[in-house]
Antibody, heavy 116, light 106 residues
Framework: EVQVVESGGDLVQPGGSLRLSCAGS????????MNWVRQAAGKGLEFVSY????????YYADSVKGRFTVSRDNANKLLFLQMNSLRVEDTATYYC?????????WGQGTPVAVSS | DIHMTQSPSSLSASVGDRVSISCRAS??????LNWFQQRPGRAPRLLIY???TLQSGVPSRFTGSRSGTYFTLTISSLQFEDFATYYC?????????FGGGTRVDI
């Protein structure tokens, strides 16, 4: 059974840091491109970050560039998002998505709240 | 970057109605188009992938079609549980991008 499970979401103060994790199982994790997508309450879906299957190509949304860092550990089937200098506007549910060709898997999301 | 234009942004319908939602890509995305349904407080649910292929477990009243860079999600006979927000997503080339969403209300 395919599973994508995010973790690490929490309440953090502005300027703080958080590290999200995503565990993939039931499929060949190392063959899939990975993305982080977020959704603020009442808003649409927003791309955050992309990492290729090998990890050698990375993209970020302009809104997080220089503050967020994506990485992956294919041996342990894990994806990470290191979030630094967090802002109130980063408050959202963060989803991990796996893509290979037309195949896509999504997790259930992990909530991040940035507030003083 | 590829831009996705989704329409309408909202619509009102009744149980049993036929409903169509459109999505246009700013460039050729071949068949790399997904449709998602999202109910309040829930994660997005994949309905259609590859532009036209029904995800396992999704009712057959949902269909996807493509004409060039135009994609359409059709619900043949709206059921109560279909009242939700729908999103298209392109995965042709990173960064992936989404339509703005269509809210389907009673």
């Amino acid at each position: 059974e395919v599973q994508v499970v995010e973790s690490g979401g929490d309440l953090v103060q502005p300027g703080g840091s958080l590290r999200l994790s995503c565990a993939g199982s039931g499929y060949t994790f190392s063959s899939f491109e990975m993305n982080w997508v977020r959704q603020a309450a009442g808003k649409g879906l927003e791309f955050v970050s992309y990492i290729s299957s090998s990890g050698d190509t990375i993209y970020y949304a302009d809104s997080v560039k220089g503050r967020f860092t994506v990485s992956r550990d294919n041996a342990n089937k894990l994806l990470f998002l290191q979030m630094n200098s967090l802002r109130v506007e980063d408050t959202a549910t963060y989803y991990c998505t796996s893509i290979r060709g037309v195949t896509t898997y999504w997790g259930q999301g992990t909530p991040v709240a940035v507030s003083s | 970057d590829i831009h996705m234009t989704q329409s309408p942004s909202s619509l009102s319908a009744s149980v049993g109605d036929r409903v169509s939602i459109s999505c246009r890509a700013s460039q050729n995305i071949y068949d790399y188009l997904n449709w998602f349904q999202q109910r309040p407080g829930r994660a997005p649910r994949l309905l259609i992938y590859g532009g036209v292929t029904l995800q396992s477990g999704v009712p057959s009243r949902f269909t996807g079609s493509r004409s060039g860079t135009y994609f359409t999600l059709t619900i043949s006979s709206l059921q109560f549980e279909d009242f939700a927000t729908y999103y298209c997503q392109q995965t042709s080339s990173p960064p992936l991008s989404f339509g703005g969403g269509t809210r389907v209300d009673i």
